[in-house]
């Protein structure tokens, strides 16, 4: 896998995948899934997809179409912003995250868990520790599988 394949865009994508796309796409630039879950809710559907040897996992959601709405890695080569963002502590993430225009975040703690949140990048950054266990980003999509914007 090309070192591009591991950019985390947040509004934008992974590497070469895009929010927006189709799973017959992603399949056809990312391979099979080893795991790919159906969630089943009321007036929605989502398929997750999940990449364990690649540290990623793809959501899908839409009902005319199923399109890519976020991802989440656990893949110590992803990068954000050009930095090795696994290797980067809570401080370090927020100063980049507000370096590259995204000001407000909110830290919560869970039990054995912290999460940053940078609601205007939809990004979510997870703590165990104080170190960085997974990254997780997306886009809103509706039912027809169009993306919504902000």
């Known amino acids: 896998m090309n070192?591009?394949?591991?950019t985390i865009e947040p509004l934008k994508g992974f590497g070469d995948l895009k929010f927006g796309q189709?799973?017959?796409k992603t399949v056809k630039e990312f391979g099979e899934a080893e795991q790919v879950e159906q969630i089943d809710e009321e007036d929605f559907d989502s398929v997750?997809?999940?990449y364990w040897e690649k540290g990623v996992s793809i959501?899908?959601?839409?009902i005319s179409k199923s399109v890519i709405s976020c991802?989440?890695?656990?893949?110590t080569e992803a990068t954000l912003f050009g930095k090795a963002v696994f290797e980067m502590d809570k401080n370090a993430i927020i100063k980049l995250m507000k370096s590259n225009g995204y000001k407000e975040y909110e830290l919560e703690l869970e039990e054995g868990e912290n999460r940053l949140t940078f609601e205007d990048g939809m990004i979510d950054f997870f703590f165990q520790n104080e170190e960085l266990i997974a990254?997780?980003?997306?886009v809103l999509v509706n039912k027809q599988?169009?993306?919504?914007?902000?």
Not at 3 to 6: I, P
Not at 59 to 62: A, P, R
Not at 71 to 75: A, P, S, Y
């Open 3 to 6: 070192s591009t394949a591991m």
């Open 71 to 75: 991802f989440e890695t656990d893949n």
């Open 59 to 62: 959501f899908f959601e839409g």
């Open 22 to 24: 189709t799973i017959e």
């Open 145 to 150: 599988g169009e993306i919504e914007h902000l």
């Open 135 to 138: 990254v997780s980003w997306g």
């Open 48 to 50: 997750v997809m999940h």
